[in-house]
């Protein structure tokens, strides 16, 4: 435990500024992989535990994009569009199998799939730690606002991010498309009866959860290194956001994951052994007082 | 209620009460006489591959089907049943090479501790529903998993306790002889089987049963079902803990991979694999599961991959454990002999 690091940097606002950056970087990774979670499970009431391989591939398809053609742009196209494409293979080949079967047939499939994804990037990739290198582009000095060191990729991620947000939340609320995925979740067997193919906008859902995991994982590429099994903590850890932040809620994924931004960023400084613990911690804290998380509806 | 009414009664009660006893001693006898075929192997096969298995089969046995008593008799769905067996190996390893009590001491102690802590985990997990239980206490195995992993000075981080655990010899046992270790596994796994037996034919067993089937209605009858719940979480901890430390002490120390999600994970396959409609289905499957791992892994580097497909097929084309097809097919066989008959 280190408290005077901690209380050292809540007092000096350039230190307060770099490591709300940082918990900022985390938060939104984490927000945009569990929103596809918190979607998927809102629309097909599946928990897709293999999400955390979506990450993965949008990573390393980004990877091998940018190596290719050396353009960012086509690499984090590359990144959310292959995952797109394979949430949905995936869903309508596999998942759309198990929807009536119990939770443990489910987790027993998404589980087969991580331990086959995880190989499969392992031999098409090789098993080493790879880095996709920070583009050109962004290869520059960094700003400084309040004393604090912000790197303009961060920006890019945090806007990034913060517009999907936007998008999505619009989406759903006000287009016509969204307003047929809301009432999927809540009646498929109506939304069928009145003609409208729920078959495909349970794929449709699934692909656009991959997508955004993807787009996550392709964004995180210049900053992390990439690694088979890389997926399992951000699904881990972006589960603990959707229990937090209450299953199916898009806003609470997000206030969810800039939590856990936080805890991580500012928790690494103040106890540097218990980063994680802190975050099962707020985890448990939550689930006693509220069961549904912050923003979670009461299920019946 | 009349003299009569209330015999009859007291009549009705007698026979499954004679019924519950005769089982328990044809129980006891089957165990007993499993643990003597199982002790006398040795004497026929001598391959020391052999007994490495069955040892190794003792250890995940018993985790595997203290998770069937989880998700099988009460349908709690736990992912993360493997940081038990996790804590049981480095609970043992660790009192061992820092304290040197005697082994039973250890065996206890270590238990104790289990206890505690599935105690705790489990008051805050039992009253979540199905996927969200699934979940959290995954959530819990990456605590304890990572906690090991960062905590370098107690644990020796990602390289595991080594050195090996010192197996002072106790009332003439000395684990560290493969031939005492065996017997000493075989007779933990008959014992942990017969418990977990008894506990599934109890009243408390069928209890749990019901709150599988429809915990409202149980919890209208009077039934308290979160206690319930944590009473058989924590004793499937136990069991689970004690494969861990017949681990620890096959291994000769801890590796943090013992706790690591993919150890429950491979403890539901098991439970599929054999089925969770049978007692001995998760023993079955454990068996399956370890040839099945040591084949793989001679053949092939992608062992993930193989593991998956096999996987799929169960859980997509079967859906049934191999036990599952045992018990129909006797069932179905048995029907036809009466037809004719």
Redesign the interface.
Known sequence: MDLDALTGCLASSACLVTQTTSGFIIGMLLFLVAVGLTLIFGVLKV?NFSHGAFYMFGAYFAMTAYQLSGSFALAMLCGAAGTAILGLIFERV?MS??YG?D???Q???C??????F???V??IWGPEFKSMGMPAAFQVAPLFIAGGVVPPYYLLLIGVALAAAMILGLGLARTRIGKVIRAAAHNPGMVSALGINTGLIYGGVFALGGMLAGLAGALAAPVRSLTPGMG??VL?ES??VT?IGG?GSILGALIGALLIGLIRSFGSLGFP??T??LM?LF??IV??SR?TGLFGKE?A | MTELQADQGAQALEIPHAQAKTQRNRDALIALAVFVVLALLPTVFSSKLLLDFVIRCAAYGLFATSLNLL?GYTGL?S?GHGMFFGLGAYGFGLMMQKTGVPVPVAFIATLVITFVVALVIGA?CV??????F???T???Q??IH??IL??VSLTGGDQGLRGGIPRPPFLGIDLSNQLHLYVASCALLVIGLYLMHRIAQSPFGYTLRMIRDNAMRASFIGIDVWRAKLTIFVLAALFASTGGIIMALFVSGAYPEFAY?TIS?EG??IN?LGG?TTFLGPMVGTVLLLILNDTVTRLTE????V???V??F???GL?KGLMDFVVEWYAQRRNNAGERG
């Open positions: 928990v596999f199998r198990v079967a939770v443990l047939m987790l027993l499939v589980y087969a799939f991580v331990l086959i995880d190989d499969v392992r031999m399992f903590s881990i589960f603990i229990v299953m052994l218990f994680e613990g099962y985890m448990v689930l006693v069961p299920v | 998700v769905i992912f805050i009253r979540l529903k199905e996927i969200y699934a979940f959290v995954l959530a819990f990456m605590l990572s906690t960062s905590w999600w994970g539901i396959f599929m969770v992608y062992h993930g991959l593991l998956g497909i996987i799929l169960f859980a997509i859906r």
